[in-house]
């Protein structure tokens, strides 16, 4: 089970876009429509950002919208805020009841 | 409001076995269709799925580890369970607990939505 694939790092300006790729396989996130997105800040747990590709749960900002095309997933943070600034991992279930993370994406707001 | 608190050793020697514990609070791991999972991360590095559990004790563990792996529930005391054999220094990490679906429902599809805050275990002599 391999991890899926994410740029280490992006950026972008408060107030810009920014979209963070995901790839994995047709056995992960090309397979299935359960793709999920977290955000994760210095030494705090993950928060659930993105589920089903591109649903929020309640409390999550519009700002944050999640697609998907073929093998690779994506999540776009709008209107960047200060905030937005953390680390950012994708995840999709996976054959055989399993799941699987990517490596994850430092945001970073310039 | 559901929560999740993970316990155990801080440290571990080299060749033993890592045991961690979460309990749930403010509901029962009984109730609903969700599995109950542990994630770990290396220091500075990226997340793991270790392997979940569901209540009735159905487990699903990554295939890269499961040989080393034991996830257990115990319904009873509201908590369930994370095992690693053989463990070495690769294996020093933070360790999560998480609640995840196990079906598509409202307002969740197969996603980690409730996560413990985590503990760190260091694996050394």
């Known amino acids: 089970q391999s991890a899926l694939t994410q740029p280490p790092s992006a950026s972008g300006s408060p107030g810009q876009s920014v979209t963070i790729s995901c790839t994995g396989t047709s056995s992960d996130v090309g397979g299935y429509k359960y793709v999920s997105w977290y955000q994760q800040h210095p030494g705090k747990a993950p928060k659930f950002m993105i589920y089903?590709?591109?649903k929020r749960p309640s409390g999550v900002p519009d700002r944050f919208a999640g697609s998907k095309s073929g093998n690779t997933a994506s999540l776009t943070v709008s209107g960047l805020q200060a905030e937005d600034e953390a680390d950012y991992y994708c995840?999709?279930?996976?054959?055989?009841?399993?799941?699987?993370f990517g490596g994850g994406t430092k945001l970073t707001v310039l | 409001q559901l929560q999740l608190q993970e316990s155990g050793p801080g440290l571990v020697k080299p060749s033993e076995t890592l045991s961690l514990t979460c309990s749930v609070s403010g509901g029962s791991i009984s109730s609903g269709d969700y599995l109950w999972g542990w994630i770990r991360q290396p220091p500075g590095k990226g997340l793991e799925w270790i392997g979940s559990?569901?209540?009735?004790?159905?487990?699903y563990g990554n295939p890269s580890l499961k040989s080393r792996v034991t996830v257990s529930v115990d319904t009873s005391k509201n908590q369930f369970s994370l095992k690693l054999s053989s463990v070495t220094a690769a294996d020093t990490a933070v360790y999560f607990c998480?609640?995840?679906?196990?079906?598509?429902?409202?307002?969740?599809?197969?996603?980690?939505?409730?996560w413990g805050q985590g503990t760190m275990v260091t694996v050394s002599s």
């Open positions: 995840s999709s279930y996976a054959d055989s009841n399993t799941w699987v």
């Open positions: 559990v569901y209540y009735s004790g159905s487990t």
């Open positions: 089903e590709v591109s």
């Open positions: 998480a609640r995840h679906g196990r079906v598509c429902s409202g307002t969740n599809c197969f996603a980690f939505d409730i």
